[in-house]
């Protein structure tokens, strides 16, 4: 299966800053997700990166405050931008193999912390 | 109808026993049911995933249970050992669509 490498691991930000967090796959791959998940929650989808298009976005999550972009089929960024401590969270990328047989895998996570 | 419904919320096994956990879900057009383990401070990892077309699926001491008429898939841990003691995500989706809908989790600990 393809390797999946997301950074920073962990930040702690200033409150009013903006972080852009990196996922990078070591092969091409169509579908690219990026994730929320609270402690102790489970996972809350943000959007889906498309491959030379703008990002699709889910109810409650907005481009200006996490831009996304997919220059290609094996890189992807998410950035929260003017951040506040309610974005604390765990931020994951996430991918879909291709094939009859497709799985979804994920990134190890950004915990981010906002102070 | 998107919702997958996951217990226990917590789940306390002995070493050595049968951990089980369920999930039932209602949108019938759910083609792919995964099961992901988090540990803390990680991103959740595949264990083990199955399709509708097999009613059980297994893979070392990892077990899924598929019963598709009653719309509901289980995780058994056979031997479970105290490093199994994580948190499992069961998720479904459509193929066609490649969107996750996820269970609440349940948090395992393996008593020594």
């Known amino acids: 299966s393809a390797v999946i490498s997301q950074k920073p691991s962990r930040d702690i930000c200033q409150r009013g800053t903006s972080l852009t967090i990196q996922c990078q796959v070591d092969?091409?791959?169509?579908?690219m997700f990026w994730y929320r998940q609270q402690p102790g929650q489970s996972l809350t989808l943000i959007a889906t990166a498309n491959q030379g298009s703008e990002a699709t976005y889910e109810s409650g999550f907005v481009i200006d405050k996490f831009p996304i972009s997919r220059p290609n089929l094996t890189f992807s960024t998410l950035t929260v931008s003017n951040m506040s401590p309610e974005d604390s969270s765990i931020y994951l990328c996430s991918f879909w193999t291709g094939g009859l047989d497709t799985e979804a895998f994920f990134g190890q996570g950004t915990r981010l912390t906002v102070v | 109808q998107q919702q997958v419904k996951q217990s226990p919320q917590s789940l306390i096994v002995q070493k050595g026993g049968i951990s089980i956990i369920n999930c039932a879900y209602e949108n019938t057009a759910f083609d792919y049911f995964p099961w992901y383990q988090q540990f803390p401070g990680k991103g959740p990892a595949l264990l083990i995933a199955?399709?509708?077309d097999v009613s059980e699926k297994k893979e070392g001491r990892f077990t899924i249970s598929f019963n598709k008429s009653a719309k509901q898939f289980s995780l058994h841990i056979m031997d479970s050992q105290p490093g199994d003691s994580a948190t499992y995500f069961c998720a479904a989706s459509e193929d066609s669509n490649y969107q996750l809908i996820w269970g609440a989790g349940t948090k395992l600990i393996i008593k020594p």
């Open positions: 199955i399709r509708p």
């Open positions: 092969s091409q791959v169509t579908m």
